[in-house]
């Protein structure tokens, strides 16, 4: 059963799931869907049009699907989606898109810490985690299973590949290829998850083909093309191996150095 509390403010056009728990002053404006047995603790913001799926935990002073800040948004009508699972921290702040029939999107299963920002346009995977601070501009990628360091800063446009880890009070400028950890002011690629991709289950042998691709990518002196080729050339081409070089090749960015 949905409880609301009584200095709660809800849209009479807010669709509202079963379960749900709206805590003291949360306001739930219009146009917004949440989803079932989702918990706003208290004094949780969340605007529309916003599309919210179950079981998402927003904390205190959480603003949810207000209004882009980018120059260019005049007012249209533009989206949220956020997926199941979710738990916002403490002042987390997610935006719309800027344009019509674009819209900003959260995976599942992720965890964002206190002051996260995703700006508006961003897409977002699943398992995810932004710790402290982590903040993405517009139109930022994020893929699944990334972990944003704290007070993290990410460039518009950039791309996070999936299963990277960036490190604390990194500045990114590029794109972030997949398994990689990038570190710096700006961001320099210093070296594979390695941790992180054996607490998922990867095996000795993907995380050695991994350093090699990393290896000649960036120890060998070679430009990225020719890079590219002798990993090809030289290295088996699993899957993982697959989606790195897929990732590399389709950058508008460029990579990290």
Known sequence: M??????AIVDPSALIGDDCKIGPYCVVGPHVELGEGCILDGHVMVQGPSIIGKQNKFHPFSSIGGRSQDLKYEGEPTRLIIGNDNVFREFVTINRSTRPGFQTVIGN???????????????????????????????????????????????????????ALTGGCSKIVQDVPPFMIADGNPAEARGINT??????????SE???????????????????????????????????????????????????
């Not at 120890?219 to 990225?224: A, D, F, G």
């Open 109 to 163: 299963w992720g965890n964002f810490l206190a002051y996260s920002h995703i700006a508006h346009d961003c897409h977002v995977g699943d398992y995810v985690i932004f710790s402290n601070n982590g903040t993405l501009a517009g139109h930022v990628t994020v893929e699944d299973y990334v972990i944003i360091g704290g007070l993290t800063a990410v460039h518009q446009f950039c791309r996070i590949g999936q299963h």
């Open 207 to 257: 995380i050695s083909a991994l350093k090699d691709a990393h290896r000649i990518l960036y120890r060998s002196c070679l430009n990225v093309r020719p890079a590219l080729k002798k990993i090809r050339e030289e290295i088996p081409l699993i899957a993982p191996i697959d989606a790195f070089l897929a990732f590399v090749e389709s950058s508008n960015r460029g990579i990290v150095g």
């Open 195 to 204: 941790i992180g991709l054996k607490r998922r289950g990867f095996q000795e």
């Open 2 to 7: 949905t409880e609301i509390h009584s200095t």
